[in-house]
Nanobody, 121 residues
Framework: VQLQASGGGLVQAGGSLRLSCAAS????????MDWFRQAPEKEREFVGG????????TYADSVKGRFAISRDNAKNTVYLQMNSLKPEDTAVYYC???????????????WGQGAQVTVSS
């Protein structure tokens, strides 16, 4: 499986962006999918995750109520809808395929290449 993230960009505070993470291969639906982010000079941070079927999601407190994760297994794609963006949301966002949620970096089977999100004040 290869993961390709897209949809990043520059947005003003209060705005919205939607990231996509498209997967190649036939086993996409076998994986839980997580989103992480990493701001400059900061540790990588768990943003949220979605179950294999899409029926369950979990979020970090910092994004709960503003971000929403969904997936379309027919399109092999997972989405991160980001609303009410704040300057502190500025980071490179990564998708990851694994067997659980908020795992250590080495426990994921696949990582996307990252998408830059910049929120201006």
């Amino acid at each position: 499986v290869q993961l390709q993230a897209s949809g990043g960009g520059l947005v003003q505070a209060g705005g919205s962006l939607r990231l996509s993470c498209a997967a190649s291969g036939r086993t996409f639906s076998s994986y839980a999918m997580d989103w992480f982010r990493q701001a400059p000079e900061k540790e990588r941070e768990f943003v949220g995750g979605i179950s294999r079927s899409g029926g369950w999601t979990t979020y970090a407190d910092s994004v709960k109520g503003r971000f929403a994760i969904s997936r379309d297994n027919a399109k092999n794609t997972v989405y991160l809808q980001m609303n009410s963006l704040k300057p502190e949301d500025t980071a490179v966002y990564y998708c990851a395929a694994g067997r659980g949620y908020n795992l250590s970096e080495y426990e994921y089977d696949y990582w996307g290449q990252g998408a830059q999100v910049t929120v201006s004040s």
